[in-house]
């Protein structure tokens, strides 16, 4: 009688959390749902009954427009965003891997330091502040006003986060592995490139989607960066673009339009690889 009790209260609760979250996930999705249904509205509907949350009498002729646009040229800048996160991904992917492992193997002069300066600087926003200095020093270069000049500023940063979990996720493996690969010859790239970057699997497809994530829908920087550059604008710029165009000032039907084709690429992203999030996050958090 107890056990059937005990089980009963189990499946009353795991009931009660399983609708509180379903509840959350729907508040969560309702800004995303609107977006998908208000791009099938006309611009009439849209400024007339802005609250309707279905479109009364749906139509493509939003994408149509949008596609059209010779300020909206779609197949242009999902070029331009998709060669800028590739690129800005996989720059992120070595060096965080690289400083990640150096950080949790190996000793150096001034290394507690420069960690304790990283893990303050996660904490502090600096805004807008970077973005003048950033922009001069890529002049420097005459890359002022292309993505190229962007792709620089984040092949050179620092993915502060990217680091502390690779470091996290190295230091959960054995240290045997290290000694075993120092004993046959290895020298550290060798340990590094042969042993220990294949090992790091979860983890780095974890930072790929979060680093793919954030470039895709970064939008100050590339506005910046390509402001006399329409032809070098990256989707999400390209979006907001659309609204100061003669078709789209006040249609809002094509700036949600817009913004669904731009969230087709993010979401083929996260359902190849929505499975190593929570696994990688978990691994590389056990120790710190």
Same mark, same amino acid.
């Given at each position: !009688? !107890?056990?059937? &009790?005990?089980?009963?209260?189990?499946? $009353?609760?795991?009931?009660?959390?399983?609708?509180?979250?379903?509840?959350?996930?729907?508040?969560?999705?309702?800004?995303?749902?609107? *977006?998908?249904?208000?791009?099938?509205?006309?611009?009439?509907?849209?400024?007339?009954?802005?609250?309707?949350?279905?479109?009364?009498?749906? /139509?493509?002729? =939003?994408?149509?427009?949008?596609?059209?646009?010779? #300020?909206?040229?779609?197949?242009?800048?999902?070029?331009? @965003?998709?060669?800028?996160?590739?690129? +800005?991904?996989?720059?992120?992917?070595?060096? @965080?891997?690289?400083?990640?492992?150096?950080?949790?193997?190996? /000793?150096?002069?001034?290394?507690?330091? %420069?960690?304790?300066?990283? *893990?303050?600087? !996660?904490?502090?926003?600096?805004?807008? $502040?970077? %973005?003048?200095?950033?922009?001069?020093?890529?002049?420097?270069?005459?890359?002022?006003? &292309?993505?190229?000049?962007?792709?620089?500023?984040?092949?050179?940063?620092? =993915?502060?986060?990217? $680091?502390?979990?690779?470091?996290?996720?190295? /230091?959960?493996?054995?240290?045997?592995? #290290?000694?075993?690969?120092? %004993? #046959?010859?290895?020298?550290?790239?060798?340990?590094?490139?042969?042993?220990?970057?294949?090992?790091?699997?979860?983890?780095?497809?974890?930072? +790929?989607?979060?680093?793919? =994530?954030?470039?895709?829908?970064?939008?100050?920087?590339? @506005?910046?960066? /390509? !402001?006399?550059?329409?032809?070098?604008?990256?989707?999400?710029?390209?979006? $907001?673009?659309?609204?100061? *165009? #003669?078709?789209?000032?006040? &249609?809002? =039907?094509?700036?949600?339009?817009? &913004?669904?084709?731009?969230?087709?690429?993010?979401?083929?992203?996260?359902?190849?690889?929505?499975?190593?999030?929570?696994?990688?996050?978990?691994?590389?958090?056990?120790?710190?």
């Amino acid at each position: !009688m !107890m056990i059937m &009790s005990m089980k009963k209260r189990k499946l $009353i609760g795991n009931l009660i959390i399983t609708v509180f979250l379903s509840i959350i996930a729907f508040i969560v999705l309702i800004p995303l749902l609107y *977006t998908v249904f208000g791009s099938f509205k006309s611009n009439a509907e849209m400024l007339a009954h802005p609250e309707y949350f279905f479109p009364k009498q749906p /139509t493509l002729e =939003n994408y149509k427009i949008a596609l059209k646009s010779q #300020d909206f040229n779609i197949p242009r800048m999902t070029w331009n @965003s998709l060669y800028y996160s590739v690129i +800005c991904t996989l720059a992120t992917l070595v060096t @965080s891997s690289m400083a990640g492992y150096v950080f949790a193997r190996h /000793t150096f002069p001034g290394k507690k330091v %420069i960690l304790v300066t990283l *893990t303050a600087m !996660m904490f502090i926003v600096l805004g807008g $502040i970077t %973005i003048y200095p950033q922009f001069e020093i890529v002049n420097l270069f005459n890359l002022g006003n &292309s993505l190229w000049g962007l792709i620089l500023i984040k092949i050179f940063g620092i =993915n502060i986060v990217g $680091i502390m979990l690779i470091k996290s996720y190295v /230091t959960t493996l054995p240290l045997a592995l #290290d000694e075993s690969a120092e %004993i #046959d010859g290895c020298n550290f790239f060798q340990t590094y490139y042969k042993i220990i970057l294949p090992l790091l699997t979860p983890i780095l497809a974890t930072l +790929c989607i979060l680093s793919f =994530n954030g470039t895709w829908n970064d939008y100050i920087l590339p @506005s910046i960066f /390509t !402001m006399s550059r329409p032809d070098q604008r990256p989707l999400i710029a390209g979006v $907001i673009a659309l609204k100061n *165009t #003669d078709e789209g000032a006040v &249609s809002w =039907n094509l700036m949600l339009a817009g &913004s669904v084709v731009s969230l087709v690429p993010v979401l083929i992203v996260y359902v190849f690889g929505n499975k190593y999030i929570v696994s990688g996050l978990s691994a590389g958090a056990v120790k710190g």
